[in-house]
């Protein structure tokens, strides 16, 4: 398996624009994340679907942030419009839920993104 | 909410070294997780704990689940160059989120 797919790996864009970053999760996976990881905050989780279906959006910072899951194989984070304070590495995740207690999740290489 | 302490926030030994991290919550997890994040890549795990007192191996490295369940270790014995990079504990939180610590940081002196 090729594991959990992020694209672009670098992203290096002006305030203002609009960015989206795109993630294909591990084929069979029910569940994808995304993260943001900054050296102040640390490991932040955005948002999380399952089955295609936004379950918590509660860590997205603002509406500038948007998500999407059109199918079980993509999904994309969009933000609009960029702001300097976005810059940070953002991680997508997918991970097989069975009702257990846990699940693994298993990391894509990340997106850095800076937004001069 | 919950939350996850972790300490050292970063360490640097000297290769050949024993390595020891810990984990701490105000409250009870039921599963600790260790994860390692190398230097560019994104997050991945290392060892499951499932049970209080529960004592796991991964090659060379040893964690703990506490007896409390309010805290795990994590131990790397005889530290080599590639054992740089940032150490998470991680617990299940609500809607099978995961609370993560925030990091430990292992440097290894040249």
């Known amino acids: 398996d090729a594991g959990v797919i992020q694209s672009p790996r670098h992203e290096v864009t002006e305030m203002g624009q609009e960015v989206t970053l795109r993630c294909k999760p591990i084929s069979g996976h029910n569940s994808l994340f995304w993260y943001r990881q900054t050296m102040m905050r640390g490991l932040e989780l955005l948002i999380y679907f399952n089955n295609n279906v936004p379950i918590d959006d509660s860590g997205m910072p603002e509406d500038r942030f948007s998500a999407k899951m059109p199918n079980a194989s993509f999904s994309t984070l969009k933000i609009q419009p960029s702001e300097p304070r976005d810059s940070a590495v953002y991680f997508c995740a997918s991970s097989l839920l069975t009702g257990d207690l846990y699940n693994e999740q298993f990391f894509g290489p990340g997106t850095r993104l800076t937004v001069l | ?110």
């Open chain 2, 1 to 110: 909410g919950q939350q996850l302490n972790q300490s050292p926030q970063s360490m640097f030994i000297q290769e050949g070294e024993d390595v020891s991290m810990n984990c701490t919550s105000s409250s009870i997890f039921n599963t600790w997780l260790w994860y390692k994040q190398d230097p560019g890549e994104g997050p991945v795990l290392l060892i499951a704990l499932y049970k209080a007192g529960e004592l796991t191996s991964n090659g060379r490295l040893t964690a703990q689940f506490g007896i409390t369940r309010k805290d795990s270790f994590l131990n790397i014995s005889a530290s080599i160059p590639s054992d740089v990079g940032i150490y998470f504990c991680a617990g299940p939180g609500s809607n099978y989120q995961l609370i993560w610590g925030a990091g430990t940081k292992l440097i290894i002196k040249p």
